[in-house]
């Protein structure tokens, strides 16, 4: 075993939500995730019947899956836990939604999610994401100099739209992205730009923003396998949301094809990883020569 990267794939971003009204099955769209070869699913993880007809359905795919929550108090994750528990997941991404003015009521919520999260066997990250606990980039590193074991879901898109990043992003800007990719144990994956929250993939003219967030992932990447330990998985989840998230023409419908956007991030993002995973490897590889030749002066 040695660290791995786990692609999802998001239930929410297979929605279509087109004029024809058509939405395709849950079995429908686990076979299309299953036969892209993703490694699971994110999905809502509030409502215990539908976990565990998910979990019905996506075993027998061999996906595993991120489940998703929105509480409002400590113990509204509890049975969040319990259907986890039940069902199986990876970890949990927990979107607090609240919007506390002061650390000190977000740190209450925090800790006792900690606890409970203490009673539990897989993760719970904090996503960091608008009109949550987490909205303000500056608030969330506040929180991270109070607690600085707080383990997030890094869903960077929201950072760069929020505080409108001037291009080129400053090295100040860049500096405070890698704090929270530092804290980041998974990923959501979305490109945005200075004015819009996810744009398309395949449009040259955003190959800038592409490369950008590229490079925030790829930080990332190599920041956790540091943080990791040995047989660890990191997961990534292609988020590409349908309306009002996706960009539309006058028709209603999406400019693009997400679902083939989502393929191609698929894409990019295990050549990110090789590359990450290959650069460790030439290290140690470096590593061993010089320590080899060390010992041999010393001899």
Known sequence: MSQRLLVFQSMWAMERRYTDGFERSLEANLQMIADAHFDGVSADYTHRDAVRQLAALRKTHGLDAEGQCFPRSIDDLQPVLENATESGVHHIDLQPDVRPRTLNEALTLLDGWTRLAEQVDFPVYIETHRDRMTTDLYFTLDLLDAR????????????????????????????????????????????????????????????????????????????????????????????????????????????????????????????????????????????????????????
């Open 148 to 299: 600085p074991d707080l383990k997030l879901l890094g869903d960077i898109s929201h950072y760069l739209v929020g505080r409108e990043f001037a291009w080129p992003v400053s090295a100040e800007n860049h500096a405070l992205m890698h704090r929270i990719l530092d804290a980041s144990w998974a990923f959501h994956g979305r490109v945005a730009s200075r004015e819009q929250v996810q744009i398309e993939l395949s449009f040259a003219p955003h190959r800038m923003w592409v490369d950008l967030f590229l490079d925030w992932w790829r930080y990332g990447f190599a920041s956790w396998c540091e943080r990791a330990g040995a047989n660890d998985s990191l997961t990534f989840t292609c988020e590409l949301g349908p309306k009002p998230y996706a960009i539309i023409g006058r028709d209603g419908n999406d400019t693009t094809d997400r679902w083939q956007e989502s393929l191609l991030m698929r894409d990019w993002i295990r050549e990110v990883w090789q590359e990450v995973w290959q650069q460790r490897c030439q290290e140690r590889e470096q590593a061993a020569v010089t320590l080899q030749a060390a010992g041999s002066r010393a001899g």
